[in-house]
């Protein structure tokens, strides 16, 4: 099974075959004991669309946390969710038979489009759970929930339900954001999702006082959505804030000519007043010619009427008038404030408060009412059946209101902006700022206990908890849940033509209520549901629920909750662990945290990470059109998964910091960890024929030393863990595995020439090493954690070790003398550096020897074991240690004697060298033959020929001329030499 041979890759898949034939997974769940229970939600994704690497983030984070707790003895179940409803899928159905409006669904027929939706909803989940098993995630996509499932949606009824019960449901009208394209509210945490920059028109219009003090004089409004102005009905101003009555010159064209011939000022200008805010003066008149008459405060302007700004609702009750409002200010605009209250929250509130309705001149679809459009188009502005804001057009219908503002002499200056600007997180359509009815939860009523329970989580990185999560609650508003859609959990409202409403939390209250079997939830069968009740007939509203609230519902819907486990949810709530991506502190975190605070005044999950987005190389997104970014299952295929796995956790994009992909780093994973893993179990494996299973004691420094290291990984690494900080936990095993490999397996090469005690802990050692580092990489790299703990220990079918991953975690070792000797190995690698700078300075090569050394330490001694190591790296025959600050000194005078030692050593690495490029193992023994003109290598032949026989394995050696079939020549002390076998 464990062929080394196999590239990495290769192996991965041997190795998922023998999970799936022996059912490791499943073993890890149930050998785990039911009582002690380890709860993680998996947020569902959408099967509308392939895996990408964000996907494949937040996959490993929800396998490598897992992982670790079962190892910890913990059950922990991990059950895979389908988020199957809403737009997403909507919106592939409408793309597919060309419905471009809610009209055409109506049209097509709401069953026929929602049966549509059903049927493609799971178009890629083979391809998820392709990459899903690739990637060595353990998780049941068998017994996966979905929440279009009946159970789902029952339990999402009785979450509704049971808020109604506590009075946070309503019903209310405000001013939201709406998709003109879908046609209905979203919440203002998916509006937040949606921001980008786009370039719009800002219009300032003058607008003429018809009565007050000020008559005849136009007041400058500045707005940046010239679109609502037909839906003007007041003026608002401050009434502390200083204004200006201004007379700007406009230049007659009509008398250019009397202007040539030096006429007088007065002939050729004539004369416009303004009123604008006394600060923005200088800004709104910037290039103009003007006079300032005299200062107005904003209270005189108050109760002045004024000609409304297009005519079409001229006789709106108690409009077109200026009112004082606290929310004007004079950082921007002209200091007056366009009020349509159909189109902005605090125009909608200060339109209540004087008793002024909106005028609704646009339709939930974006596009004018035939009142306004009929009109316009009728003079020429191409306004008629076109939305005021679309996907890839955010100006069209701007610039035809300019036009007519123009021509009606209304428009005072435009200017073009760039801004951010709301956009459908589904569609990508502009939104617009739209008063509309909806359902809500009364978030505010219980935002302050959300505040509170917020404190209990732990959340990674820690500054989301009192940052973007904390402030987003601080803030948080009454949520929006009902949609304007079709697929789907319907709202469980049924309504009587009096306006009493009847809510239904279960299929059978329903059942009960009609009398009719219930087998299907969804919009089209309920619909047609009607209640008969205390002689009224009750019907259902059209709304479905915001999908969100059926994300935040998951911890009680994937369960069926109430209807089923009631008695053991309660040792699964809240969760020991989520993880996201950072859009979700406005998204699955916040309603999720919303709705358990709503039902049981508890947090709904204890630790969370937060991950931020993969990038492509380029620091650009990602994008097929592009082709920025190499396919996830190329990469896996290439590098294994393991490799991708830990070049994701070990970056700061766990922490909810973006990355930029680079799969030269899922290269370098590949080459400085698991390949050199996978050559120190094939070192061991080389010899470990002479292993004779003995427990290491460490009576060789060397390994007392890697025991050491291993516990502190060990340690450091359980500390992160446990703190849920992965990339500190993937960090130190790296650190790891580079000292096992540079200095332990290095120094320890040697000791297998000798088949002694020595080589035998060596061997115990290294076996421990592997078996103890299988475990702590199991969750991280869960292919390499399997090969090494076979490799060392298994045979691919000894039931007594049938998988890593059924280990439990490796114990700490409390040892003071640990700590002694990881500080004195860390002086010796210390000295050991400064030495070779000192070679390296001095240009004098590590394979020549060198006579001697003196080494200053604070307290003048080093155990000899530990000065036999620095002598022997540093190729030194001796070192005196003294009292004194850190520092080292080296003999660098060349003998005769110490020159000839050098050149031994330099034949004994260009054979073995050799050795290595003939494929022998340490059973081939070989005929060595050395050659050289120079008198100087016959005699360092006669003076270290039993030395190269024994560190070149050969059974003989020769000084002879012979070229052989492995041969090398050349220079070393400047004489050339030839040696063959």
């Known amino acids: ?20 034939r022996n059912k490791i997974f499943e073993r890890t769940v149930a050998e785990r004991p039911a009582e002690k229970s380890y709860t993680f939600y998996d947020g569902p994704p959408f099967a509308t669309g392939l895996p990408h690497y964000g996907h494949i983030v937040g996959s490993v984070m929800k396998d490598v946390v897992p992982r670790f707790w079962t190892m910890q003895g913990f059950r922990v179940e991990r059950r895979w ?21 809610k009209k055409d669904i109506f049209a097509y027929g709401v069953d026929k489009f929602n049966e549509s939706c059903e049927s493609m909803v799971m178009t890629y989940a083979a391809e998820w759970e392709k990459v899903i098993y690739r990637l060595g995630r353990w998780v049941d996509m068998k017994n996966d929930y979905k929440t279009m499932d009946l159970s789902y949606m029952e339990s999402t009824w009785w979450v509704f339900k049971s808020l109604w019960d506590k009075g946070l449901i309503y019903e209310g009208k405000k001013a939201m954001h709406i998709c003109p394209r879908c046609e209905t509210a979203l919440s203002n945490f998916e509006v937040a999702q949606g921001y980008v920059d786009v370039t719009d028109i800002s219009v300032t219009v003058a607008v003429e006082l018809t009565s007050g003090k000020y008559v005849g004089a136009s007041i400058l409004v500045w707005t940046t959505t010239p679109w609502t102005l037909p839906g003007n009905v007041l003026l608002a101003v401050k009434g502390d804030m200083t204004y200006v009555l201004v007379k700007e010159f406009i230049l007659d064209k009509g008398v250019q000519a009397i202007a040539d011939q030096k006429s007088t000022k007065k002939q050729i200008y004539h004369y416009n007043k303004y009123i604008v805010a006394k600060p923005l003066i200088d800004k709104v008149f910037k290039g103009k010619e003007y006079t300032v008459i005299e200062e107005v405060m904003g209270s005189e302007l108050v109760d002045a009427s004024y000609t409304p700004i297009f005519s079409y609702f001229e006789n709106h009750e108690n409009a077109f008038k200026v009112v004082a409002a606290d929310f004007v200010t004079d950082t921007d605009g002209t200091g007056t404030v366009h009020i349509a209250p159909g189109y902005g929250d605090d125009d909608m509130k200060l339109g209540e408060s004087l008793g002024v309705k909106p005028i609704m001149h646009v339709g939930m679809n974006g596009q004018f009412v035939p009142e306004v459009a009929l009109p316009l188009q009728a003079l020429g502005y191409e306004v008629e059946g076109k939305s005021v804001k679309s996907k890839g057009d955010t100006m069209s219908v701007d610039i035809e209101i300019i036009k007519a503002l123009a021509h009606a002499g209304k428009l005072f200056a435009k200017e073009k902006l760039v801004h951010s600007y709301p956009h459908c997180w589904r569609c990508d359509t502009p939104l617009l700022n739209y008063a509309t009815s909806s359902w809500f939860v009364r978030v505010t009523e219980i935002r302050d206990k959300m505040v509170s329970l917020n404190k209990e989580i732990n959340w990674v990185p ?94 009680y819907a994937q369960e069926h909750y109430p209807f089923e486990h009631e008695a053991d949810f309660g040792k699964k709530f809240p969760a020991q662990f989520i993880a996201e991506g950072q859009d979700q502190t406005r998204g699955w975190f916040y309603s999720l945290h919303v709705l358990a605070t709503a039902l049981f005044e508890k947090p709904a999950f204890e630790n969370v990470i937060v991950n931020g987005i993969v990038l492509a190389e380029d620091g650009k997104k990602m994008a097929k059109r592009l082709q920025n970014y190499p396919d996830p299952m190329m990469v896996m295929e290439k590098y294994g998964a393991d490799a991708i796995r830990y070049y994701l956790m070990s970056t700061p994009v766990v922490k909810a910091e ?22 120190v179990l094939a070192f061991y494996n080389l010899y470990a024929e002479h292993d004779a299973g003995q427990e290491p004691k460490g ?128 002086l010796v690698r210390s000295i050991v550096s400064r030495a070779m700078e000192v070679r390296d300075s001095a240009g004098m090569a590590i394979k020549q020897v060198l006579g001697g050394m003196t080494i200053s330490v604070p307290g003048g001694e080093i155990a000899q074991a530990y000065v036999d190591i620095i002598t022997d ?89 012979s070229v052989l079939e492995h041969a090398a020549t050349f220079r070393v002390a400047e004489l050339d030499v030839t040696v063959s076998f």
């Open 699 to 826: 009576e060789n420094v060397l390994d007392a030393w890697i025991l050491a290291r291993l516990n502190e990984t060990l340690e450091m690494e359980t500390k992160a863990m446990e703190g849920y900080e992965l990339a500190d936990a993937a960090r130190t095993l790296q650190v790891f595995v580079t000292d096992l490999s540079t200095w332990y397996i290095r120094r320890s090469r040697d000791r297998m020439k000798v088949d002694n005690d020595d080589r035998r802990k060596a061997l115990a050692t290294m076996r421990v090493v592997l078996d103890t580092f299988a475990k702590m990489v199991a969750p991280f790299m869960p292919f390499l954690a399997e090969v090494l703990y076979q490799g060392v220990g298994g045979n691919w079918s000894d039931e007594e070790r049938p998988s890593v991953h059924l280990e439990m975690w490796p114990q700490i070792v409390a040892n003071e003398k640990i700590g002694d000797v990881l500080t004195t190995m860390g």
């Open 462 to 555: 820690d500054n989301m908890k009192e940052g973007r999560f904390g402030k987003w609650l601080e803030g948080a508003r009454d949520w929006a849940i009902s949609r304007s859609r079709f697929w789907g959990t319907p709202l469980p409202v049924w309504r009587a033509e009096d306006g009493e409403v009847l809510v239904v939390g279960s299929v059978a209250e329903l059942e009960a209520l009609t009398g009719k079997k219930v087998d299907n939830l969804h919009k089209h069968i309920v619909d047609l549901f009607t209640i008969d009740k205390g002689g009224k007939m009750f019907t259902r509203i059209p709304e479905v629920l915001d999908c969100w609230f059926e994300s935040g519902s998951m911890p």
């Open 81 to 101: 969710g389908w988020d199957c409803h809403g737009l997403p899928i909507e919106n592939i159905v409408e793309k597919k038979f060309d419905l471009k409006s």
């Open 1 to 20: 099974m464990s062929d080394m041979h196999k590239t990495h890759s290769e192996q991965e898949i041997d190795v998922l075959e023998y999970w799936d």
């Open 873 to 961: 790296e540093l190729n030194v025959k001796k070192a005196t240690v003294r009292d004194g600050e850190l520092n080292v000194e080296l003999d660098l005078v060349l003998t005769p004697e110490l020159v000839r030692e050098g050149m031994a050593r330099e034949v004994t690495r260009r054979v073995n060298g050799l050795r290595k490029e003939a494929g022998l193992t340490i059973a081939d023994r070989i005929t060595l033959h050395v050659w050289s003109a120079a008198p100087e290598v016959k005699m360092m032949f006669d003076e270290f020929e039993e030395n190269l026989a024994a560190d070149t394995l050969a059974s003989a050696v020769r000084f002879e001329q």
């Open 658 to 679: 973006n990355l930029r992909f680079s799969e030269a780093g899922v290269d370098e994973v590949s080459k400085k960890f698991i390949n050199i893993m996978r050559n």
